[in-house]
């Protein structure tokens, strides 16, 4: 049922979002704050976003909890006790909601609103926003906070249609529970979502078997329940972690390098991942500063991960298959529970799609002639990434131009925030800006920010329209494309270069530069009266 929100989209409003999620909540606060009318429009039937969408069994943050969680909201800071380590998607999603409920913004919120285009009508330098309702609304400022993963990869197997059984995509789980109990189950995927699912789903399956087609690294997650006198020792220095973040690559604190790779020996790289493999989570991948720049670095560390899904999977033959050869941390570095024991279960098995074509027929999955009946297929086959939202939501900006036109040959932004030829439009964490690579909830909130702090100081200088220069964009893309290039997570074939989708532009999309970098350039582009952006 949709959450109560307001009734009608507005034909007029100074300010349109387009999200609930945690960008367009804080977005909605900060503009109210501000005294600008602002609305936003949101395709769930309630605010949380990712966490709105991705209920599939064992969905969880791989980051902290007590770092996974706004800092702008001192008292509920202080008052929410998250109850685990990791905390599991219900508990963020409840989180959400107490945001909500604590901003009273539900009635700026129009939920199941899908927008379908958006117009720059640059003589009345506003947008016209239509939206899957058939309501239209104009606003001089228009702003996408629809995350990076919000829109599932529509994969397509022959015969899918075929299959008589319920099939599931793990970014659009039903919202009512699902019960595979005394089921035949098959999960297409092996990346974090799947690696999440399939230790819950073999819990109730009959028979479970997963097709991979490429196997992923992933440590272990260590979760536990957290107590009151760990949360109060956090609370009561929040102030510290939060500036510790802020100045941390991935506004993440803690699990500082130990120092380069090249200067340390193989046995003490050795215990310093065990060490971090002890203590579980994605701080793993941060252990040796130029393990992600040095190839040979780089495969101490997978090989460490290798021996331990040796260690942990009884089959030899399942162990090879589920052991990555590409480098650590291209693809995210998944964070699991009980991932690997899970193959060693009787009735969960593990198929390489690798080398076949995988075809659905009535009953299941066929591939090289032979048939895996299944009752149900979950599809945990990832995301249009960084720009799936933004190409769907049909924006033309200055002389119509469609922004599919202008990133034909793949996303340019300036500083992942504004796009030339696109006045008054922002993007919350878009493509080139560091975005994935870091502890999403902060990092939003530096481009919630900025966004805000831009809009009135327009209001300030009597301006009302702003545009990304080319030459700023151009550079900026070069710079990102320079980092990218020198990073070892660009080497390989992922979501983060769009070639998990078929025929999109191939170009590593997010800043690579570390978020205080990137959030110093933000500051010193305002110092420098917004330099780059034309006003008028
Ligand atoms: P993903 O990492 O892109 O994994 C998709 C999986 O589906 C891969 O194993 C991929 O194989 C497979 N696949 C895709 N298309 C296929 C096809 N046509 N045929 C066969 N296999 C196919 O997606 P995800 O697991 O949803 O994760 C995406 C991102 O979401 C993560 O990297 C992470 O950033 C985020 N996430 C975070 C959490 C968390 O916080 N714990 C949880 C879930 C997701 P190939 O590798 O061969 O392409």
């Known amino acids: 049922m949709a959450d109560t929100g307001c009734r009608k989209v507005p034909k007029r409003a100074e300010i349109v979002i387009v999200g609930a999620g945690f960008a367009g909540m804080y977005l909605l606060k900060l503009m109210r704050d501000n005294g600008f009318d602002a609305v936003a429009l949101e395709q769930g039937g309630g605010v949380g976003g990712t966490w709105y969408w991705n209920r599939y069994p064992g969905a969880r943050c791989d980051i902290e909890s007590m770092q996974y969680s706004h800092k702008y909201l001192p008292e509920l800071e202080q008052q929410w006790n998250w109850s685990e ?47 899957s309702t058939g309501e239209t609304v104009c606003a001089r400022f228009y702003i996408m906070a629809t995350g990076c993963l919000s829109v599932p990869n529509q994969v397509d197997f ?40 399939i230790p819950q789903i073999a819990k109730q399956a009959a028979e479970l078997t997963i097709f991979q087609r490429t196997p992923n690294y992933a440590v272990p997650a260590k979760n536990r329940a957290l107590d009151e006198a760990e ?63 040095d190839k040979t670095a780089n495969e101490i560390a997978a090989k460490f991960v290798r021996a331990k899904i040796r260690e942990t999977v009884n089959d030899p033959a399942t162990a090879n298959l589920l052991c990555p050869t590409n480098t650590l941390g291209a693809k995210r570095l998944c964070v699991d529970i009980d991932y690997f024991e899970t193959y060693n279960l009787p009735h969960v098995h593990l198929v390489d799609i690798s080398k076949n074509p995988l075809s659905i027929t009535p009953e299941g999955l066929k591939m090289d002639g032979k048939t895996y009946e299944a009752d149900a297929i979950v599809y945990a086959t990832g995301f249009d990434a960084m720009t799936g939202a933004l190409l769907r939501a049909n924006i033309c900006g200055r002389k ?10 793949g996303p340019r932004t300036y500083l992942g925030l504004a796009i030339n030829g696109f006045p ?15 502890n999403m909830l902060p990092t939003i909130e530096q481009h919630c920010e900025w966004i805000t702090d831009c809009i009135c100081t327009l209001r300030e200088k009597g301006q009302v329209e702003i545009e990304a220069e080319l030459d700023a964009e151009n550079s900026w893309m070069e710079h990102n494309r320079k980092v990218g290039e020198a990073h070892l997570r660009s080497s390989s074939a992922s979501w983060y270069t769009g ?7 191939v170009g590593f999309m997010p800043y690579i530069g570390g978020f205080p970098k990137y959030r110093d350039k933000c500051e010193e582009v305002v110092s420098n009266g917004y330099h780059g952006f034309r006003t008028i």
């Open 424 to 438: 008054n439009l922002f993007t919350v964490t878009g493509p080139a800006s560091p975005s994935v690579f870091t």
């Open 499 to 505: 070639e998990n989708i078929k025929g999109k532009p």
């Open 231 to 293: 949360r109060a020792e956090i609370k009561a220095q929040y102030a510290n972690l939060r500036r510790e973040q802020a100045e941390s690559f991935a506004n993440i604190a803690g699990g500082l390098p130990l120092g380069k790779a090249a200067d340390t020996t193989y046995e003490e790289q050795w215990d310093e991942y065990q060490r971090r493999w002890d203590e579980g989570g994605i701080l793993f991948n941060g252990a040796f500063r130029d393990a992600m720049f």
């Open 158 to 197: 022959p015969g899918m249609a075929s299959f008589t059984g319920p099939t599931y995509q793990t970014g659009q789980w039903p919202h009512v529970p699902v019960d595979f109990t005394g089921q035949r189950v098959a999960v297409i995927g092996t990346g974090s979502s799947a690696i999440q699912s």
């Open 85 to 131: 380590r990791y905390a599991a998607q219900p508990e963020i999603l409840a989180y959400a909601n107490e945001i909500a409920d604590r901003l009273e913004i539900r009635s700026n919120i129009c939920f199941e609103r899908q927008v379908t285009a958006a117009h720059y009508d640059e003589a009345a330098q506003e947008w016209e926003i239509n939206c």
């Open 400 to 409: 119509g131009k469609p922004l599919h036109d202008h990133w034909a040959e």
